[in-house]
């Protein structure tokens, strides 16, 4: 009822013009009461000289706040500046006042008007010491009024340097929440014992579930700029478990004029409780690598693509082409690169299966590097459609590697993934395929570099497990998983970015570059950190549903498959897979049947030869699992490829 009164009633009766009259007032208030002070509170002084002065003190006062705009600042909001204004304002009135006694003086303009040192110096404190006391009490006692009817937020700032002190500031300066900093957390041991504006620093260890219930804390505000260390990264790990709220603030260079904003203070995402370093790859050449080319993106519209493109436009390019066939998603990129104001760009709606329409775009636009995005990902669909897989994976990369020799392509960078390795569905089989495709192409006589990047899951993706839980927490739960053991590698949009990116800069040729991505991460362990972070428990709010393996569904992924070993890179991230040798001439044979006997769509038909091209590929949990207990080819296979005395993709 008060609040709403206040917030309603407030604005009228607190205008700027009502704040002139209240200082105004006080300041004859306050020479009133220096009078008083100068004859030690005796009436014994010539009220005649007070009469005269106070008007003349008024109309001073009234010129200094209208200069100075002291009046304009809402009390309520009451800061720095407008402490500073005040100050402004308090000199301008003592200053003009010894102008008019001066001028006065030299003049005798009015008989005997006089006003004593002491009198003008005492008033000048005692001017700023009352305007600002008015304006801090206000602005406490509407902030109690506002909060007294809601109930307290008791938060722990994680961080006590200079980050966690203004992070303190930007919360108690708050009117629009009730917040009380309880304590404060700090690594650092020098620190803990002390305190910050009465909350007490302590340690970790401290920061426990006993302290959380004791005090009732809601909340807990990561106050470190760089939580890039892997040791704070498994410390946000266990607070998540303890409070039902965990926000962080924004890294440095992301503050507003070095001050860290309330709204700035985000949620903790799951980016942020991986628990390793983030991967920066700090390489000067990468942007003369690039100075001046002309780069074609293909999957431009997806995750990947779409970073790729983001981060291409910020080096000094001459030409980005952005390839997709999703015209919706790829419409909304050139949107995207419009408003930046990017102009070095061609968004082209292109199916990489179309060989006319492929060789037709290289031809224009000769190429220096491209970046081979586009490809079918999801395992499942996958498993179903083995006809449309072939014919993106593995066709479509066979059509664009063919233009890239053609036209004299320097750089052919496949994104590939963890799946391709000991694949165990048809999609990680079809991407394995490509990586072989590549490598075949790479060891003839041509001038063209065929390089592939692999990695693990990209978290926020399309298609990936993270938007999937936030649609289930949308709808109320349970969040699904298909095995309480089956872990992944995970990996942000822009670190996988730069490993395609590095790859493209550093690639001499056959190689295949992955990261160190730190330890699997559980799917069990990330719902139920989803859920934590929405402010939900599980399984008291959320429950977590177990599905089973989904068709060519893996427990675990690996990055390295039987028989390769490493090789290090410049970076202790990066390192090079050292392939054992393969017939790689007859694996490109099989690999062009591959691509003709899928244009009959047998499923049985076209996975058998991908298992004849790729070994290793051992289906499971899939319709596919009897075809490796038939060791046997079957001979209609060899016999209709025989029988073909056509190439479809010949003159296309």
Not at 450 to 462: A, C, I, K, Y
Not at 559 to 574: M, R, S
Request: one cysteine or more; charged letters at 20%.
């Amino acid at each position: 009822m008060i609040n709403n009164y206040l917030s309603l009633h407030l604005p009228k009766y607190a205008s700027k013009w009502m704040v002139l009259v209240m200082d105004t007032t006080l300041v004859l208030l306050t020479f009133f009461i220096v009078y008083f002070l100068r004859f030690d509170f005796s009436l014994n002084f010539d009220f005649k000289s007070l009469i005269i002065q106070l008007p003349v003190v008024g109309v001073i006062a009234v010129a200094s706040f209208l200069m100075t705009g002291s009046y304009k600042g809402i009390i309520r909001y009451t800061g720095l500046r407008d402490l500073f204004k005040v100050t402004l304002a308090t000199g301008c009135i003592t200053l003009l006042t010894v102008g008019v006694v001066l001028i006065n003086k030299g003049f005798n303009l009015v008989d005997n008007f006089t006003i004593p040192k002491y009198i003008i110096i005492t008033h000048a404190f005692m001017n700023f010491v009352a305007l600002a006391a008015t304006r801090l009490t206000f602005k406490l006692a509407y902030k109690y009024v506002m909060s007294d009817l809601r109930l307290t937020e008791r938060i722990v700032i994680y961080g006590a340097g200079d980050a966690g002190i203004m992070t303190y500031n930007a919360l108690t300066n708050s009117l629009k929440q009730n917040i009380r900093v309880i304590a404060f957390i700090d690594d650092n041991m020098s620190k803990v014992g002390s305190s910050i504006n009465g909350a007490p620093i302590m340690s970790r260890k401290s920061f426990n579930e006993n302290f959380v219930s004791r005090y009732g804390i809601s909340e807990v505000i990561i106050a470190i700029p760089d939580t890039s260390d892997s040791s704070l990264r498994k410390s946000i790990n266990d607070i998540v478990e303890l409070v039902p709220k965990v926000r962080i603030i924004p890294p440095v260079d992301e503050w507003i004029n070095g001050q860290i904003s309330l709204n700035q203070i985000k949620q903790v995402r799951l980016e942020d409780l991986l628990e390793r370093s983030p991967i920066v790859i700090e390489n000067p050449n990468l942007i003369d690598d690039f100075r001046g080319k002309t780069i074609i993106v293909t999957g431009a519209a997806g995750s990947i693509g779409s970073e790729l493109s983001r981060q291409l436009l910020h080096f000094n390019i001459d030409k980005l082409i952005c390839l997709d066939i999703a015209e919706s998603a790829l419409y909304n990129l050139q949107q995207e690169f419009k408003r930046a104001g990017r102009n070095n760009f061609k968004a082209i709606v292109c199916d990489v299966r179309d060989n006319h329409g492929i060789n037709a775009i290289l031809a224009h636009y000769r190429p220096d590097v491209i970046f081979h995005a586009a490809a079918y990902k999801h395992v499942p669909l996958m498993e179903e459609n083995p006809y449309e897989a072939v014919k993106i994976n593995v066709a479509g990369t066979r059509i664009l590697a063919n233009a890239a020799v053609k036209y004299k392509v320097d750089k052919f960078v496949l994104v590939s993934t963890d799946k391709a390795v000991n694949p165990t569905n048809v999609m990680g089989a079809t991407k394995r395929v490509a990586e072989i495709f590549i490598s075949a192409l790479q060891r003839e006589s041509h001038s063209t570099k065929f390089v592939t990047t692999r990695f693990g899951n990209v978290l926020g993706s399309n298609g990936s497990v993270i938007p999937l839980f936030r649609k289930q927490l949308e709808l109320g739960g349970p969040l699904t998983v298909t095995h309480r053991d089956v872990t992944r590698y995970f990996m942000t949009i822009p670190e996988a970015s730069q490993l395609v990116l590095q790859a493209g800069s550093m690639a001499k040729g056959g190689e295949i570059f992955l990261f160190d991505m730190g330890e699997c991460v559980k799917i069990f362990d990330l719902a139920k950190n989803m859920i934590k972070l929405s402010g939900l428990k599980y399984p008291e709010d959320i429950d977590i549903e177990i599905t089973g393996l989904r068709p060519g569904e893996k427990l675990y992924e690996e990055l390295l498959a039987n028989g390769e070993d490493t090789l290090p890179t410049f970076h202790e991230k990066i390192l090079i897979s050292k392939t054992k040798e393969l017939d790689y001439h007859k694996l490109k044979a099989k690999i062009e049947a591959l691509c003709i006997l899928n244009l009959y769509n047998d499923k049985n038909m076209i996975v058998r030869k991908l298992k004849q091209i790729v070994p290793e590929y051992i289906s499971n949990n899939s319709d596919f699992v009897r075809l490796d207990k038939d060791s046997d080819e079957k001979s209609a296979n060899y016999t209709i490829l025989q029988s073909l005395n056509f190439n479809p993709y010949k003159g296309m």
